[in-house]
T-cell receptor, first 114, second 113 residues
Framework: GESVGLHLPTLSVQEGDNSIINCAYS??????FIWYKQESGKGPQFIID?????DKRQGQRVTVLLNKTVKHLSLQIAATQPGDSAVYFC?????????????FGSGTQLTVLP | DGGITQSPKYLFRKEGQNVTLSCEQN?????MYWYRQDPGQGLRLIYY???????QKGDIAEGYSVSREKKESFPLTVTSAQKNPTAFYLC????????????FGSGTRLTVV
């Protein structure tokens, strides 16, 4: 899985299988988390978010799980498709004093195999 | 359609030149941000602004400058003092307050020639 500061890990899955992308976040005071998808040469796009008072949230084909005890976030993609191939970033949001900012992980490269 | 627009998509700079990257949003967002992305790495914050006429340095502000004269616009200048400017630059905007994500532009790829 990814963690802030590490180089890009990779994950390869067969088309139709489920994908799980992991993220270890850094700040126990973070109270809002987001997953972004970034295709090559494009800007990141919002996928799904979750607040710290939840441990699971589902979207269309995607589920985010939050484990605050171990500061771990995961993104599950059901029935992975070729169009899911991209870099996936997690981001955590906490109050850094003067302003709230998002801190991004280094990302995971997901490759969907035919 | 509301969104955030970066221009140009590709930019080439000769050594010793300053170049300015444009970022415009019509989302009525108060906060705007500039990130740098190098190959295989995450996003690093250069500058951010939460209100017009005010901006703050991020983690890697050296060699960069910004202005925020209008709510909609947050241009980034890459100066000749930035020794390794070749990178993908991303602009983002958001509402202020808690629990808001960022909306990103499509990026500008800057190359030193």
């Amino acid at each position: 899985g990814e963690s802030v500061g590490l180089h890009l890990p990779t994950l390869s899955v067969q088309e139709g299988d489920n994908s799980i992308i992991n993220c270890a976040y850094s700040n126990s005071a973070s109270d809002y988390f987001i997953w972004y998808k970034q295709e090559s040469g494009k800007g990141p796009q919002f996928i799904i978010d979750i607040r710290s008072n939840m441990d699971k949230r589902q979207g269309q084909r995607v589920t985010v799980l939050l484990n605050k005890t171990v500061k771990h976030l995961s993104l599950q993609i059901a029935a992975t498709q070729p169009g899911d191939s991209a870099v996936y970033f997690c981001a955590e949001n906490y109050n850094s004093g003067s302003a709230r900012q998002l801190t991004f992980g280094s990302g995971t490269q997901l490759t969907v195999l035919p | 359609d509301g969104g955030i627009t970066q221009s140009p998509k590709y930019l080439f700079r000769k050594e010793g030149q300053n170049v300015t990257l444009s970022c415009e949003q019509n989302l009525n967002h108060d906060a705007m941000y500039w990130y740098r992305q190098d190959p295989g790495q995450g996003l690093r914050l250069i500058y951010y602004s939460q209100i017009v006429n005010d901006f703050q340095k991020g983690d890697i502000a050296e060699g960069y400058s910004v202005s925020r004269e209008k709510k909609e616009s947050f241009p980034l200048t890459v100066t000749s003092a930035q020794k390794n400017p070749t990178a993908f630059y991303l602009c983002a905007s958001s509402l202020t307050g808690s629990n808001y994500g960022y909306t990103f532009g499509s990026g500008t790829r800057l190359t030193v020639v």
